[in-house]
């Protein structure tokens, strides 16, 4: 058994039914209580000041693992910066094994995709597949908790952001992190028959779109202000919240990988039906998907707050200012 090492959502079913274990790379790096540090181990190496910390973050914390096997390379559907840090890793002797989704979201292509990643692990689609059922089960606590933010508003936005955004790799111990989602669920439950726990109906209702943050002290933040995140975008997709049983067609489903057009259709549908009052646009510094904001404006008929954020996993006064005008604003639209 390896632990595998992944830099954004794959097809863990494979990675599971190989019998390795995934590692999300991101959430190493960002829950590392040394994030700086594994910033500037990167800057060290070589790593340009005017690139994407989540990249250099990786390097860092990749660096501190000398356990980890090998680590997914997602060649499409990813970005070129990513492709770079793989590029870094192999020359120092990492095993890199690529993965690509194609952009058209073609079935037979991904379909293939799929099974090369599989013969490459060792095992078959249909193994794959019955794994999938077992992760399923997993997910759909998620998404339960995913349904108790929107629909009761009885979940904070963080909380909400961790239970998504931990799906990437069920933090490499899926029945461990059911019961974690079981123990959040139950405290959930409970907060329905306690007046003192604020509904998301009594505050400003915010989508969160864009890449996971740098800094989810944004949530608490944003609870503070009379806000609350009942929609993260991308974390949302992590979970792969799709009614099929088909692995292949649940990854064509899923949109992040895919162009920001196929993304849009989500957004939107989830911003009508979460109620959302205004949408918080999170980019990283140094990342392509920043240009995406001009088709995010012209596309969307809701208020946008557009945050842009480097290496910092704390919120500087200027974010803070930024955030409380927007929320004010927000709160006078309501009356
Ligand atoms: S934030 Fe952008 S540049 Fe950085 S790893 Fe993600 S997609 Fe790549």
Not at 130 to 156: F, I, N, P, Q, T
Not at 209 to 217: L, Q, R, T
């Amino acid at each position: 058994m390896a632990r595998i090492g992944i830099t954004t959502t794959v097809p863990v079913e494979v990675i599971y039914a190989a019998g390795h274990v995934p590692v999300d790379l991101n959430n190493v790096f960002v829950s590392s209580p040394a994030c700086g540090e594994l910033i500037e181990e990167a800057e060290l190496a070589g790593f340009p000041r005017s690139f994407c910390a989540w990249i250099k973050g990786i390097y860092g914390a990749v660096r501190r693992m000398p356990d980890l096997g090998a680590v997914v390379a997602v060649t499409q559907g990813d970005c070129s910066n990513t492709h770079a840090l793989m590029e870094t890793l192999q020359c120092e002797g990492m095993e890199v094994i690529p993965f690509a989704y194609p952009y058209e979201r073609d079935y037979d292509l991904l379909r293939a995709q799929v099974e090369g990643f599989a013969r490459r692990l060792g095992t078959t689609l249909e193994e794959a597949q019955a794994e999938m059922r077992r992760l399923d089960r997993v997910r759909r606590k998620a998404r339960r908790v995913d349904e108790l933010s929107w629909k009761e508003g009885l979940v904070r936005g963080l909380e909400n952001h961790l239970a998504l955004v931990s799906c990437s790799d069920f933090e490499g111990d899926p029945e461990g992190f059911a019961t974690k989602l079981d123990l959040l669920l139950e405290e959930v439950a409970k907060r329905r028959r306690d007046e003192g726990f604020r509904r998301a109906e009594d505050m400003v209702r915010l989508g969160y779109v864009g890449v996971p943050p740098m800094a989810p002290e944004l949530y608490e933040y944003l609870e503070s202000l009379g806000a609350r995140v009942v929609y993260n975008e991308t974390q949302r997709q992590f979970s792969l919240p799709f009614d099929t049983g088909d692995l292949v067609e649940k990854y064509r489903r899923y949109s992040y990988p895919y162009s920001i057009f196929y993304r849009l259709r989500d957004i939107r549908r989830e911003a009508a039906r979460r109620r959302l009052r205004g949408l918080i646009h999170y980019v990283q510094s140094f990342c392509f998907r920043q240009v995406e904001d001009i088709i995010l404006r012209r596309s969307l008929d809701l208020p946008m707050l557009t945050l842009e954020m480097d290496r910092s996993s704390r919120l500087d006064a200027r974010t803070r200012m930024r955030l409380e005008n927007f929320v004010s604003v927000l709160r006078k639209d309501r009356g």
